[in-house]
């Protein structure tokens, strides 16, 4: 089982700062979207600029999940 980890906007539109996710392993960045954009509609106006980390790096929609991998959720961020 991951785990899912909401930061900042995609937090807000989850309404949590974390869930579990029971996937299969070797599930794309895409599938992933996919769910949690089902599973919480409103992430669907954080995910045009967000970016997947799983592990602590950052993926492409290409790269696959395991079974027990920390997936963050991070939308885009600014300051000076």
Same mark, same amino acid.
Do not use: K
């Given at each position: 089982?991951?785990?899912?980890?909401?930061?900042?906007?995609?937090? #807000?539109?989850?309404?949590?700062? =974390?869930?579990?996710?029971?996937?299969?392993?070797? =599930?794309?960045?895409?599938?992933?979207?996919?769910?949690?954009?089902?599973?919480f509609p409103d992430l669907g106006s954080v995910q045009a600029g967000a970016r997947l980390a799983r592990n602590g790096h950052y993926l492409s929609d290409g790269?696959?999940?395991?079974? =027990? #991998?920390?997936?963050?959720?991070?939308?885009?961020?600014?300051?000076?």
């Amino acid at each position: 089982m991951s785990r899912i980890l909401f930061f900042a906007q995609a937090r #807000d539109a989850a309404g949590c700062g =974390e869930i579990e996710w029971r996937n299969q392993g070797g =599930e794309t960045a895409g599938i992933l979207w996919d769910w949690l954009v089902c599973t919480f509609p409103d992430l669907g106006s954080v995910q045009a600029g967000a970016r997947l980390a799983r592990n602590g790096h950052y993926l492409s929609d290409g790269e696959t999940f395991g079974t =027990e #991998d920390e997936i963050a959720v991070i939308p885009p961020v600014s300051g000076g």
